[in-house]
């Protein structure tokens, strides 16, 4: 009855974690087109410190949508390990991309395409391979682990860093360096998400007619988590203002992941019996989503489709077979291949002048 019960939790937190990253993606997409709409009436943009997007009512349908990805995230939590609903945000990244290629035009190509598909096959692999984290029956247990030495070393230097991040570094940086702002949302994020997990406890607690509102540690798990979330959103916020959604996306994807399996490691010990083939694959699992990742945005520029191809080949070959001029690249940017071309004309003609005697100024 008990692994019964086990397979039925297992398919409801992955059944929420899916929709989760549903709503979260296509959050991304309505903030951004309200931002952008602040953008053209003048307001102060919201990278600058300005919160005009407050009376933007696209944005609070981002935010609502974003709400709605985060309940059933945090009911995800409460159901299946960090481990298993995590890594499934790479399909946001997805569902992001996609739908900023079709409402805010942003390029999605083939390299972007070849990008989703390896980050949730290396999700995928990840859920295979994903450790089992300690049980975690009640409140009691759960400030234990909280009490941990090796917790309150990681949580003492998340928050360390957090503060040299906002008040020492964002300032001078965050407006020019895409890190900044998504650093602060990521490594607050890890101790967001081990908030979630201890209220899930407690409502799972409430439900078993527990007093868990008695236990002080329902409280405290409350308050840290409207911190950690509003300071989120504040700061994400201000990283959609100023930089391309396709690059904050998936950064953020990549950092807060590893934050949050950083962390869930460390309160929850899930490494301790992991066999070695489950380690190597979750590993392999997550390098794969950054790679996928790292196709979807750092190519984001170079207009490669299945169309041009097979021309891009051909003139690929072209230049194997001893005509360097004619190379992908400079297939796919005609600007640059027309700009080589005048530059090889006049360096021709300046070689035959040169060569007649004449030289030219």
Request: with cysteine; net charge neutral.
């Amino acid at each position: 009855m008990g692994q019964d019960k086990g397979k039925y939790d297992f398919y409801i937190g992955l059944s929420l974690a899916i929709s989760s990253s549903l709503f979260i993606g296509g959050s991304f997409i309505l903030k951004k087109k309200g931002l952008l709409r602040l953008a053209r009436k003048g307001s102060m943009r919201a990278g600058q410190g300005g919160h005009a997007y407050l009376k933007e009512w696209l944005w609070w349908a981002g935010l609502l949508s974003m709400g709605a990805g985060e309940v059933a995230n945090f009911a995800a939590y409460a159901f299946a390990p960090a481990t298993l609903v995590t890594p499934l945000g790479a399909l946001s990244v997805l569902v992001s991309a996609i739908l900023s290629s079709y409402f805010l035009s942003e390029k999605l190509n083939l390299h972007g395409k070849i990008g989703c598909l390896l980050s949730i096959l290396g999700s995928t692999v990840m859920v295979i391979h994903a450790p089992q984290e300690e049980e975690i029956e009640n409140l009691n247990e759960m400030s234990i682990k909280l009490a941990d030495p090796g917790f309150l070393i990681f949580a003492t230097a998340v928050v360390i860093i957090s503060l040299i991040l906002i008040f020492v570094v964002g300032p001078s940086h965050g407006q020019s360096n895409i890190l900044v702002y998504i650093s602060i949302c990521s490594v607050i994020g890890a101790l967001s998400v081990s908030c979630v997990k201890g209220l899930g406890i407690a409502i799972k607690g409430l439900f078993a007619g527990e007093a868990v509102l008695k236990n002080p540690l329902s409280w405290i798990l409350l308050i840290s988590l409207i911190v950690c979330v509003s300071t989120q959103i504040n700061y994400l916020n201000r990283a959609l203002d100023i930089f391309n959604t396709s690059l904050v996306t998936p950064i953020y994807y990549v950092f807060f992941t590893t934050s949050v399996l950083t962390c869930s490691a460390i309160l929850f010990k899930e490494w301790q019996h992991m066999a070695a083939n489950d380690m190597i694959g979750t590993f392999s699992g997550f390098m794969t989503i950054i790679i996928g990742i790292f196709l979807l945005h750092a190519f984001k520029d170079v207009s490669l489709s299945l169309f041009n191809l097979p021309v891009s080949l051909r003139k690929d070959e072209r230049f194997l077979n001893g005509n360097p001029s004619n190379t992908l690249y400079e297939h796919l940017n005609g600007d640059v291949e027309s700009h080589l071309c005048d530059a090889d004309v006049l360096m021709n003609e300046s070689a035959a002048s040169r060569r007649n005697g004449n030289v030219t100024f």
